[in-house]
């Protein structure tokens, strides 16, 4: 009763910190307040016992399953695509190795054991043949990119590919999906599931949840031409893992670390501040294929 009681307070706190800005972190007297402020910056400031709190949070992994070339690049006669796809979310990066022959009309799938896109394995991976998930998973939200690249064997050195190694914890790949020699650009999208989105169709734990989404063409994101653009789809597979017991205080400070935070409250608020609206995709049925 007295950790619940004490919960409340914070709870109160923070929703003070929102409301009445940065006044309520300061140590001076208010000097004209509504008389509420005051106490409500006294509980604020109040201790909170951080170790003492706790929850169990489900958990999901996040696979790529392939993708399809619904209609390759360029004129259908004239060569297959040799596709290169690169993955991203909050701890890192995938790339695949060149992938050779792809036709309209076909669907490419991945390993499915090594093809991890969300909750990757610390290091360097190639998706397909390294990128294996941690079975710990990550917590809701789940939100990752996906591009597609066509590796042209001739083509104008626009730049030049340069990665460098994964910092502790995070992962990344080899080389870069576009090469920087003359690559075509396929198609992109972006992936955002709420702790709304993956409970509604991940109830219990080992439930799978398989999803297509249809890529746009458009490098910089805005509406293309009417050309004859490539057309593609990448499907992939959330897969809901053991729930984790999380303590509070280990939360905060990997937060107040990699955000530079230098309070609890100052890393609750970076972590609010940091929320956005999910991204609207395409989603295609999943039909036989």
């Known amino acids: 009763m ?4 004490r919960l ?29 402020t005051s106490e ?10 951080w170790d003492a709190i706790e929850w169990t949070e489900r958990r999901y992994k996040l696979e790529a399953v392939g ?7 360029g004129w259908d006669w004239w060569g297959s695509d040799e596709v290169m796809v690169g993955t991203e979310d909050s701890k890192g990066w995938t790339v695949s190795a060149e992938l050779s022959g792809v036709d309209s009309g076909e669907f490419y799938s991945f390993d499915p054991v090594r093809s991890c896109v969300v909750a ?3 290091g360097i991976v190639v998706l397909g043949k390294t990128s294996v998930c ?3 998973g990550e917590p809701a939200p789940l939100s990752f990119g996906v591009e597609l690249w066509e590796k042209d064997v001739v083509g104008w050195r626009t730049g030049f590919c340069k990665t460098l190694p994964p910092g502790k914890g995070l992962h990344a790949g080899p080389h870069c999906a576009d090469d920087g020699s003359g690559a075509d650009f396929i198609g992109r999208a972006r992936v955002d599931l709420s702790a709304l989105d993956l409970e509604a169709v991940l109830p219990n734990v080992g439930d799978e949840h398989i999803e297509t989404v249809v890529l746009s063409p458009c490098p910089s994101g805005e509406v293309c031409s009417d050309a004859d653009l490539p057309d593609y789809s990448f499907t992939f597979r959330v897969t809901r893992v053991r ?10 400070d990997e937060t107040m670390h990699r955000t530079g935070a230098r309070s609890e409250l100052e890393a609750i608020v970076t972590g609010l501040r940091s929320l956005r609206a999910p991204s609207p995709r395409q989603v295609e049925p999943n039909l036989p294929r």
């Open 2 to 5: 007295v950790l619940q009681r």
């Open 8 to 36: 409340m307070t914070w709870c109160v706190g923070v929703t003070a910190c929102l409301c009445f800005g940065a006044d309520v972190f300061a140590h001076e007297p208010l000097t004209a307040s509504p008389s509420g």
């Open 40 to 49: 409500v910056r006294a509980v604020v400031e109040q201790d909170v016992a």
């Open 67 to 73: 993708f399809k070339a619904r209609n390759e690049t």
């Open 120 to 122: 990757v394995r610390p």
């Open 134 to 136: 941690n079975e710990a």
């Open 243 to 252: 729930d984790a017991r999380v303590e509070l205080r280990s939360l905060l």
